[in-house]
C-alpha cells in the first residue's frame, strides 16, 4: 500500500511540473465557422463589429480574435471588402434574389412566342410569369403585378429582382415602382453581359438546346 501510494505521488507531481503550451488556446471551430460565415455574408462588417453581432447569439469573442481568425483565413479588412465584386453579390444575396428575363421561342404553327419568366437564385424555383405574342407595357405590367401578389402569398423574402436594361422598351418604368412597393429593388444588367444574370441565362439556354 505505501508503494502504490508513493507511485500516485510521483505521477502526480510529474504532471504538475509538465510545462503548459504556451499563448492562448485555440478558438472553438464552432466561433471560427461563424465568424466566417458573418463576414462573408456581410462584406461591409470588420473585425469591431463581428463580436457585438456574435454577443447577440450568446457568443462571446475578443475584437483581436476575430482580427487574427480573418488573417489565418486570408480575408481582406472591411474596408477592401465593402467594393463587393458582382461575383460576390449573388452568392452574398442568393435567398433574396430573384432574376428575370423573356425567353422567345417558336410555337409548332410557326408563330414566334414571347415567354416573362422569373428565377429564385437559393432554390432555382422557375416562375412562368406569362406568354404573348406581343410585348405590351400593359401585359408586362400586368404579369409584374401577378408575380408580386404571388411572392407576398407566398412568403417569399426577395429582395433584389436583376433584369436586362430598357433597350426596346419591354420593361416598362412602371414594374420598377410596383416591386419598389413590395420591398423589391430592382439590379439592371449591363448591356452585353450575360454573366450579370448567369443563372436565368442557364436556364434559358437549358430550353433553347431541349427545344426541338
Given at each position: 500500500m505505501l508503494r502504490r501510494h508513493r507511485n500516485l505521488v510521483k505521477r502526480r507531481h510529474a504532471n504538475a511540473s509538465r510545462p503548459k503550451r504556451p499563448g492562448r488556446p485555440p478558438t472553438a471551430r464552432s466561433i471560427r465557422r461563424s465568424v466566417l460565415r458573418l463576414v462573408r455574408e456581410n462584406p461591409s462588417w470588420g473585425y469591431r463589429r463581428v463580436p457585438g453581432e456574435l454577443a447577440t447569439l450568446g457568443i462571446k469573442i475578443a475584437a483581436s480574435t476575430v482580427w487574427e481568425t480573418l488573417r489565418q483565413e486570408g480575408i481582406d479588412p472591411a474596408s477592401h471588402r465593402s467594393s463587393t465584386n458582382w461575383a460576390a453579390f449573388p452568392r452574398s444575396q442568393?435567398?433574396?434574389?430573384?432574376?428575370?428575363?423573356?425567353?422567345?421561342?417558336?410555337?409548332?404553327?410557326?408563330?414566334?412566342?414571347?415567354?416573362?419568366?422569373?428565377?429564385?437564385?437559393?432554390?432555382?424555383?422557375?416562375?412562368i410569369l406569362g406568354t404573348t405574342a406581343h410585348?405590351?407595357?400593359?401585359?408586362?405590367?400586368?404579369?409584374?403585378?401577378?408575380?408580386?401578389?404571388?411572392?407576398?402569398?407566398?412568403?417569399?423574402?426577395?429582395?433584389?429582382?436583376?433584369?436586362?436594361?430598357?433597350?426596346?422598351?419591354?420593361?416598362?418604368?412602371?414594374?420598377?415602382?410596383?416591386?419598389?412597393?413590395?420591398?423589391?429593388?430592382?439590379?439592371?444588367?449591363?448591356?452585353?453581359?450575360?454573366?450579370?444574370?448567369?443563372?436565368?441565362?442557364?436556364?434559358?439556354?437549358?430550353c433553347r438546346h431541349k427545344t426541338p
Open positions: 442568393a435567398d433574396a434574389l430573384l432574376a428575370m428575363d423573356f425567353l422567345e421561342t417558336i410555337t409548332l404553327t410557326g408563330q414566334r412566342q414571347y415567354v416573362l419568366a422569373a428565377i429564385e437564385h437559393a432554390t432555382r424555383r422557375v416562375r410585348q405590351t407595357a400593359a401585359w408586362v405590367t400586368q404579369a409584374i403585378k401577378n408575380m408580386a401578389m404571388d411572392l407576398e402569398d407566398g412568403g417569399t423574402k426577395a429582395k433584389f429582382v436583376i433584369r436586362d436594361r430598357d433597350r426596346d422598351a419591354k420593361y416598362p418604368t412602371l414594374i420598377d415602382e410596383i416591386l419598389a412597393d413590395t420591398g423589391i429593388r430592382t439590379v439592371l444588367r449591363g448591356i452585353r453581359m450575360p454573366r450579370r444574370n448567369s443563372v436565368m441565362e442557364r436556364w434559358v439556354q437549358s
